[in-house]
């Protein structure tokens, strides 16, 4: 009798013992991530640290301590991080996409298209990773293929003003110049401060041989902030000399 008084408090502590360390882990990942919302990535990544030393097999913790060493530029940190998220759920598509964007920025062009297919794959609404894919496929100069995810992720989001720019963008890339322009209105009226809209509306309608409203969208983009529209300015807006 003895002996299983015994064995049964054993079991007791180590029940209490692994109940204790979750709990660790959850007051830890919890005080990483008000840390991160409140931009303190450093601190958020020694709390999730801790809350994956009491837990090691915290998927979410990996994940938030990935997108924390992203915001702080250790890329390859951040890889490693997604890599081990992704090994303790591979059904997480929004890790698929994080990592894609990390792999993209070292250079893994390969590695982030297959990251935002699997992430789409996994979850086929997820606008985002089309936008993601679109804009990868841009670097790649395959503008046919970005407007075609950049569509479907203005399709998803509709008031994704920056998917619209984005379609304007592939459709002057492939000399669309009047579908591009029409889909910059539809950017500029989501979102009406938008100055790289203007400029770019701007080159479509000089394009077309409208020198005036390039001329006034690219002024339009310089008071909204856009500074790469005053060299066109310069260029083609200058009052003509009488003769």
Not at 146 to 152: C, H, M, N, P, T
């Amino acid at each position: 009798m003895k002996n299983i008084s015994i064995m049964i408090s054993i079991i007791l502590l180590t029940f209490s013992a692994i109940n204790l360390s979750a709990q660790t882990a959850d007051s830890f990942f919890a005080k990483g991530m008000e840390k991160a919302v409140k931009g303190n990535n450093i601190g958020a990544i020694a709390n999730f640290n801790k809350a994956i030393k009491a837990n090691p097999k915290f998927e979410e913790a990996y994940k938030q301590r990935g997108i924390a060493k992203a915001e702080i530029k250790d890329y390859p940190g951040a890889i490693a991080d997604y890599n081990k998220a992704i090994e303790l759920n591979p059904k997480q598509p929004e890790t698929y996409n994080n990592r894609g964007i990390s792999r993209e920025i070292t250079g893994d062009i390969a590695g982030a298209i297959t990251d935002y297919t699997k992430a789409i794959e996994l979850k086929p609404d997820y606008a985002m990773a089309y936008y993601n894919r679109g804009l990868t496929k841009v670097t790649m100069k395959d503008h046919k293929a970005a407007l075609l995810d950049f569509i479907k992720a203005a399709e998803l989001n509709p008031k994704n003003g920056d998917a619209f720019n984005n379609i304007g963008y592939a459709k002057y890339q492939l000399m669309d110049y009047k579908g591009a322009i029409l889909a910059w209105d539809k950017a500029i009226e989501l979102k009406p401060k938008f100055g790289m809209a203007y400029a770019n509306r701007g080159n479509a309608r000089y394009s077309l041989g409208d020198e005036a409203g390039g001329c006034e969208d690219w002024k339009k983009a310089v008071e909204l902030g856009c500074n790469e529209a005053k060299s066109a300015i310069d260029e083609f807006c200058k009052p003509k000399e009488k003769k």
